[in-house]
């Protein structure tokens, strides 16, 4: 049915009016299927072995990221960082799965969130280098997320 209604448009049977794509939707879509860089996709390694401290021990390492935020929300009051730094606020008063989609998907907004991540200090700096360091052995291996 569409198919046809779309040749009638195009035969001139059917007169039609044509609205156009706006901008922003081009880019956003031109975002989500955007490839990650080696930097975002070890990030996004770190950010899974996050994750690992929050399925086994939420409390300790929300409140850790509660405190860590606190401190980046006096930092930074305004612009760009303080919108994700809010968004963070929401994801940490809501349900776990909210922060673990936040921590380990691909998608243009959770890279985002990552750059302005509460985290800090979860990894110790042993787990960071074990992190940093499977990923070296693995970067060169095909990823689900692309490479660069």
């Not at 049977?13 to 706006?22: A, N």
């Not at 994750?51 to 929300?62: K, N, Q, R, S």
Request: overall charge positive; glycine content about 6%; hydrophobic content about 40%.
């Amino acid at each position: 049915m569409r198919q046809h209604v779309v040749n009638l448009c195009e035969c001139g049977d059917l007169p039609h009016t044509t609205t156009g794509v706006r901008r922003a939707d081009v880019e956003a879509l031109r975002a989500t299927g955007a490839r990650l860089s080696r930097d975002q996709r070890r990030s996004l390694w770190l950010a899974h072995a996050v994750a690992g401290h929050l399925v086994t021990d939420p409390e300790t390492t929300i409140a850790q990221a509660r405190a860590n935020l606190a401190v980046l929300r006096e930092r930074h009051s305004r612009g760009q960082v303080a919108k994700w730094l809010a968004e963070w606020a929401a994801l940490l008063d809501g349900p776990v799965e909210g922060i673990l989609t936040a921590l380990t998907s691909p998608s243009p907004r959770a890279r985002e969130l990552r750059q302005n991540s509460p985290f800090a200090a979860v990894l110790s700096e042993e787990e960071r280098r074990r992190v940093r360091e499977a990923f070296a052995q693995h970067s060169s291996a095909s990823s689900p997320w692309g490479a660069e």
